[in-house]
Antibody, heavy 121, light 106 residues
Framework: EVQLVESGGGLVKPGGSLRLSCEATGISFSSSTMHWVRQAPGKGLEWVSSISGAGSYIYYADSLKGRFTVSRDNAKNSLYLELNSLRAEDTAVYYCAKLLCSSTSCLYDYWGQGTLVTVSS | IQLTQSPSFLSASVGDRVTITCRAS??????LAWYQQKPGKAPKVLIYGASTLQRGVPSRFSGSESATEFTLTISGLQPEDYATYYC?????????FGPGTTVDIK
């Protein structure tokens, strides 16, 4: 059974930092491109970042302006997202998702349950 | 690449045919997926490659495309279909989502 389990969310003050984790089981993690997607309370989905299987290719949403850093440890089947200089607008549920691509299409075939980050003083 | 969805909200009855449209600001080579999300849950993929039904998804869901306009159709709305639907382009980074369409009970 495939499972993606996020952890590390919580309450943090503006300007603070947090490290989110996503542990994967049941997939070939080292060959999987992994993504982070977030959703502010009552709002839509927002793509955040992606990292290729070997970590060679990394992309971020323009709006993050270098505050977030994605990484992975394939030996631990784990994906990470380091959140720095946090703002109230970063309050959201953060999901990790596995990307599946063929020659003609891509999709997120598995999602985690999400971890809530609340930025408030 | 920007995605717009219409309508943002619709009210429909069980058994209705429902159509949601997603427009891309430029060509995305059919790299479009549709997701369904229910409150408090992670999204679930319904359609990928603009028109391919994900395994396990009921056949009342279908997708189509015409240039940069994409359509999700639910043929015969069921009670479990009341949810929010998002399109997503996966053609080029940064991947983007549409703003969502909420389908509510009439």
């Amino acid at each position: 059974e495939v499972q993606l389990v996020e952890s590390g969310g919580g309450l943090v003050k503006p300007g603070g930092s947090l490290r989110l984790s996503c542990e994967a089981t049941g997939i070939s993690f080292s060959s999987s491109t992994m993504h982070w997607v977030r959703q502010a309370p009552g709002k839509g989905l927002e793509w955040v970042s992606s990292i290729s299987g070997a970590g060679s290719y990394i992309y971020y949403a323009d709006s993050l302006k270098g505050r977030f850093t994605v990484s992975r440890d394939n030996a631990k089947n784990s994906l990470y997202l380091e959140l720095n200089s946090l703002r109230a607008e970063d309050t959201a549920v953060y999901y990790c998702a596995k990307l599946l691509c063929s020659s003609t299409s891509c999709l997120y075939d598995y999602w985690g349950q999400g971890t809530l980050v609340t930025v408030s003083s | 690449i920007q995605l717009t969805q219409s309508p943002s909200f619709l009210s429909a009855s069980v058994g209705d045919r429902v159509t949601i449209t997603c427009r891309a600001s430029q060509g995305i080579n059919s790299y479009l997926a549709w997701y369904q999300q229910k409150p408090g849950k992670a999204p679930k993929v319904l359609i990928y490659g603009a028109s391919t039904l994900q395994r396990g998804v009921p056949s009342r869901f279908s997708g189509s495309e015409s240039a940069t306009e994409f359509t999700l159709t639910i043929s015969g709305l069921q009670p479990e279909d009341y949810a929010t639907y998002y399109c997503q382009q996966l053609n080029s980074y940064p991947f983007t989502f549409g703003p969502g369409t909420t389908v509510d009970i009439k």
